[in-house]
């Protein structure tokens, strides 16, 4: 497992951006795909973003589209949210996860076995 801590949280209000980011230990990070999942209050956490290894492929959910962007820097152990426009919904706990043992760029949490703690973002309206 890698260990990965999440910064860039905070209190904005609607339509701002943010950019989230998890920097994670050891040198395997280069060949792991990563995530962004988030969890808001009383709710089930969702996929957010997944980025492969070498950043060629991304996938994102609906409500990420357009707005979201994932990116990463190798040579950083480091991977991105960039959230623009944000909404009211996107208040949430953002966690950074990493999948140690395969190469798929998946959508559901079963695929990720090392998870940050957590970033709060907090949009107001």
């Known amino acids: 497992q890698v260990q990965l801590v999440e910064s860039g949280g905070g209190l904005v209000q609607a339509g701002s951006s943010l950019r989230l980011s998890c920097t994670a230990s050891g040198r395997a990070f280069s060949y792991y795909p990563m995530a962004w999942f988030r969890q808001a209050p009383g709710k089930e956490r969702e996929f957010v973003a997944a980025?492969?290894?070498?950043?060629?492929?991304?996938n994102y959910a609906d409500s990420a589209k357009g707005r979201f962007t994932i990116s990463r820097e190798n040579g950083k152990n480091t991977v991105y949210l960039q959230m623009n426009n944000l909404k009211f919904e996107d208040t949430a706990v953002y966690y950074c996860?990493?999948?140690?043992?395969?190469?798929?760029?998946?959508?559901?949490?079963?695929?990720?076995?090392?998870w940050g703690q957590g970033t709060q973002v907090t949009v107001s309206s």
């Open positions: 996860a990493a999948n140690s043992f395969g190469s798929a760029v998946a959508d559901n949490r079963a695929s990720y076995d090392s």
């Open positions: 980025i492969s290894w070498t950043g060629g492929v991304t």
